[in-house]
C-alpha cells in the first residue's frame, strides 16, 4: 500500500557509477527527462544482456530461464487465471530451498521511473518481480508513460520470467484514479451525515445554526430524556422547524427534559484518512455507490487491459487494490505533509458523522424493512433493545454495500480478464474500526481471489499482535474457500526507532505463521546492501517453499463476532478507543486476547463468521466447516448480540457433541428478522451439555483448551513469545517456529510426527542438516531446539516414498 510512502527507490544502472534517487510518493520530475532516464536504461541493460548472451524464452509462452539470485524463473504463478497454479516444485528438496522458484520470493513496489536497468538489478538481488503502475507523471493520460509501462513489463515477463502485480490507484486510498473519477463525477464522492445533539431544560429555546460547509438537513426531531436516555415515543419531527439556510429554532414544552437530534448531510472529507494519509489530500469516491466503482474501472483497470491484456493471467498475476473504505472517522495529521490536489477547508467544523450515500435510505428500507430516518438518533445515542437493533442494521446495510459496491465489481473484471483481485484493506487490526470502514472483513476476503493485508512493523512482537488478528481474517477466509495464497504488504513504515534487519525476517517469519505467504516489499532496497537484499528475498522464497509442502490443519475455530460491535458501535471522534463505545471495544479486545491466547500456546485456529458457522455441521465430535475444514473445538469471544440462527446452531452443535469454549456472560439480545429479543439464557442452556465450557476471558482458556485439544506441537515449558505453524502434506510434515523475543531460546519441543527422517531447515542461510529426535509417546515426537534471538527455524519429518 501506497501509504506510509516514505521508500526512497534507488536504481543503480548496470555499467554506471551513480545512484538515481528520488521520493516515489511525491511523483516529481520532468516527462521528457524521465523518458530519456528510461530508454537510456533499457538501452543500458539490453545491451549488457547481448554482450553476456543471457537471453531467456518467453514466459508468456511457458519457457522458462533463470536470473541470478533469482531461482528458476518462468511464467506466472496464476498461469492461465487466478489461482492456477503451475507444478510445484518437489517437497523438501535441498537444491530448491537453497534458491527458491520465483513464485515464492517477494515483489518489489514501485511506482515511479521504473526502467529496465532498476528491474535487471531486482532480478539479479533475488526478487520475485514488482508491483507496479503507469507513471504517476500524466497519470492514466499520458501515452509516453504507457509504452514505457509495456516495455517494463514485456521485459520483465518475457526476459527475465518475473511476476508482475499492476497497482490500481495514483497513491492511496484507490478509488479515485488520482481524481479523475472525482472530476468527472462529483456526485460520487463519499458523503457523511453529521448530527449536531443539544439537550434541553423545560420551556428553554434550542437554536442550531446550519453548519459551515454543510449541505441539506435530512432529519430533525425532540424526544424526552437526554442523549443517552431518551423517549422514541414522544418524539416531536422539527424539519418543519428548519429555515432555508438550515438553521433550527425550536422552543421545547414546558415541562420535562429535552434533547434535540440535527442530522446534516455533508462531503465527507475534511479530517479523514482522504486529507490525513502519506500520500495526498485528495477527495475520496463513495463506496456506497456502485456507479463510483464502474467508473474507476473504466479509467483504470479497463486501461490496463487494453494495452496489457496478452500479459494478464501470462505473467501478469494481480490487481493491487490499496486501502478502499469508507470514510470512517477522523484521523489525526500524518508525520508528514502529503502532496495537495484539494485543499480541505479549514473552517469546516469537525462534527460527529455518520457515513452516508446517496441512496443509503432506500436501500436501508428495502433491506431491514423499515424507514432509516425516524431511527437516526439511535445510531448516535439512546440504548436498550431497539437501539442495538437499529445500529446492528445500519451497520449490516453498510457491510453489504461496500461488498456488492466496490469488492464484487473488481472480483467480476478481475476474474473476467485472467487476474486476481488483491491488495488490502484499511486498519485491520481491530474490529471496532472495520465497523465504521468496511463491515464484514471475512464475507470481502471471499471476494478477493487473493485476500491481502498490510503489516508495517520489524518488530516481531508487533507484528504477532497485529498479524493474530488481520493475517488470521485473510488466510481463514482464503481456507475456507480454497484460495491457495495470502498476500501481505510490508515495511517498516510505523517503527520510528527502526528495528534492525533480523526484526525484518522475524516479523516476515510471523506472517507466514498466520497463514500469509505471499509478501509484496516496499523495504528500500537501494537501504539494504546487494548481501541484504539477497538475503532478505532468499528467505521469504525459503519459508514459502517450505510452507508450500502441505496444507494447514487449524484445531480450533474462533467465533468472529462482529455483530456484536455493529450493535455497539457509535461514531467516534478519532481511532482512539476511548472514542469508541465501551462495550463494542470490550468484545473487539476478547477477541484479539483469544487469538494472542491461542497464539501463545502454539494452537492454531482460524476465524470463523456466523454465515461459516450456520454453514457447518457435527461430524463425529468435531466441528466441520467450509472448505474442508475440521475443527476440535468451537471458542465464542465475548458477545453482546448473536443472529437467530448462529444461536441455534450453537444449540444443534452443543447437543451433537462439539466442544463449545464461551468466554463471557453471553450475549444480551438475539436478532431476529422482526427485530431483538432477550437471548433468555443462551449460554446456561448451552453449559448444560457436557462438552460445553464457560470462562470468565480469555485469560481463563488454557484448562479447557488443555482438556479439549491435543496440539500439533508442545513446549515443555510455556513461552508465548514461540509462534508456530504445521503444514501436513504426503511427503510429510513441515513445522514452523519462531521466536519473536529479543533473547535466545532452548526449547525442548514434542512434534505430534513421525517419519522416517527428521531434518532442521534455516531459512537465513540455507543450511540444512539432520535433526536429532526421540520418541516420547502417544504419537509425539521430541527433539531440543535453540533458537536466536528474533530466529525462525523449519522441522520437517518426512516420509519414505509409498510411506
Known sequence: MNHRMRNAIAAALLGIAALLCFLYFTGQGKGNDKRVETVQGQEQAQGQEKNANASASPAATGGEATAAGGGVQGASET??????????????????????????????????????????????????????????????????????????????????????????????PSGTAGGLVLGEHPELEAQGLAVVVKEAAAGKKVVIEHPYGHGEVRYAAAYRGTERSFDAASAVDLRAAVDEQGNLTWQAPASGRW????????????????????????????????????????????????????????????????????????????????????????????????????????????????????????????????????????????????????????????????????????????????????????????????????????????????????AKLASSAAQEDGKPHVMSEISDAFDGDKADFKGRLAAVAVQFAFGVDRFNSYYEYDR????????????????????????????????????????????????????????????????????????????????????????????????????????????????????????????????????????GAGPDYIRTDGGLKEADGLYDRLAKFPGVKRVGSAKELDAPLAALVAPDLKLGQADPDILSAMRTGEGGKTYLLVNTADEAKTLSVQFRATGSRARLWDPDGGEVKPLAVSASGDGYTQAELALGERQALIVTFENEVGE
Not at 470512517?328 to 457515513?355: C, E, F
Open 79 to 172: 498461469g492461465a487465471g487466478p489461482g492456477a497454479e503451475r507444478p510445484k516444485p518437489a517437497a523438501f528438496d535441498e537444491a530448491q530451498f537453497a534458491d527458491p522458484d520465483v513464485r515464492y520470493r517477494p515483489l518489489l513496489m514501485i511506482h515511479d521511473k521504473l526502467h529496465t536497468g532498476i528491474i535487471k538489478k531486482l532480478s539479479d538481488l533475488g526478487y520475485g518481480g514488482m508491483v507496479t503502475n503507469v507513471d504517476y507523471n500524466g497519470y492514466l493520460k499520458n501515452e509516453e508513460f504507457w509504452e514505457i509501462l509495456k516495455q517494463n513489463v514485456a521485459y520483465a515477463i518475457d526476459k527475465l520470467g518475473l511476476r508482475v502485480w499492476i497497482y490500481d490507484e495514483r497513491g492511496y
Open 528 to 663: 539494504m546492501s546487494d548481501e541484504e537484499n539477497r538475503r532478505f528475498a532468499d528467505y521469504i522464497g525459503r519459508i514459502g517453499y517450505m510452507m508450500d509442502a502441505g496444507k494447514p490443519a487449524p484445531q480450533v475455530a474462533v467465533y468472529y463476532p462482529i455483530e456484536s460491535v455493529w450493535a455497539e458501535t457509535l461514531p467516534p471522534m478519532s481511532l482512539s478507543p476511548a472514542d469508541y463505545a465501551a462495550r463494542a471495544v470490550t468484545v473487539s479486545d476478547s477477541f484479539k486476547q483469544t487469538a494472542l491466547r491461542l497464539a501463545g500456546h502454539q494452537l492454531d485456529y482460524n476465524y470463523i463468521d456466523a454465515d461459516g458457522i450456520a454453514d457447518s455441521r457435527a461430524e463425529d465430535g468435531l466441528l466441520s466447516a467450509r472448505g474442508g475444514l475440521s475443527y476440535k473445538a468451537l471458542i465464542v469471544p465475548e458477545t453482546t448480540v448473536v443472529d437467530e440462527v448462529l444461536a441455534a446452531k450453537l444449540e444443534d452443535l452443543a447437543a451433537a457433541g462439539v466442544p463449545l469454549v464461551l468466554v
Open 259 to 470: 434533547v434535540v437530534f440535527y442530522f446534516v448531510q455533508k462531503p465527507f472529507y475534511e479530517g479523514t484518512h482522504a486529507v490525513n494519509n502519506w500520500f495526498e489530500q485528495r477527495r475520496y469516491i463513495n463506496l456506497l455507490e456502485k456507479d463510483a466503482t464502474e467508473a474507476f474501472i473504466d479509467i483504470t483497470h479497463k486501461q490496463y487491459y487494453e494495452r496489457l491484456g496478452s500479459y494478464f493471467g501470462k505473467g501478469i498475476e494481480a490487481f493491487f487494490t490499496d486501502e478502499p473504505a469508507l470514510t470512517g472517522t477522523y484521523i489525526g495529521t500524518p508525520p508528514r505533509q502529503p502532496s495537495v490536489l484539494d485543499a480541505p477547508d479549514p473552517a469546516v467544523p469537525l462534527l460527529k458523522t455518520l457515513n452516508w450515500g446517496n441512496k443509503l435510505a432506500d436501500e436501508f428500507q428495502k433491506r431491514r424493512g423499515y424507514e432509516l430516518l425516524p431511527v437516526l438518533p439511535y445510531l448516535v445515542g439512546g440504548e436498550g433493545k431497539e437501539a442495538q437493533r437499529v445500529r446492528g442494521d445500519y451497520y449490516r446495510t453498510l457491510s453489504e454495500l461496500v461488498l456488492e459496491s466496490y469488492f464484487e465489481p473488481l472480483e467480476a473484471f478481475c476474474g473476467n480478464t485472467g487476474v486476481a483481485c488483491s491488495g488490502h484493506l484499511l486498519l485491520e487490526e481491530e474490529m471496532y474500526h472495520q465497523a465504521i470502514y468496511e463491515g464484514n472483513l471475512m464475507n470481502i476476503y471471499r471476494h478477493m481471489q487473493l485476500p491481502g493485508i498490510d503489516l508495517l512493523t520489524a518488530h516481531p512482537k508487533l507484528a504477532k499482535e497485529w498479524a493474530a488478528t488481520t
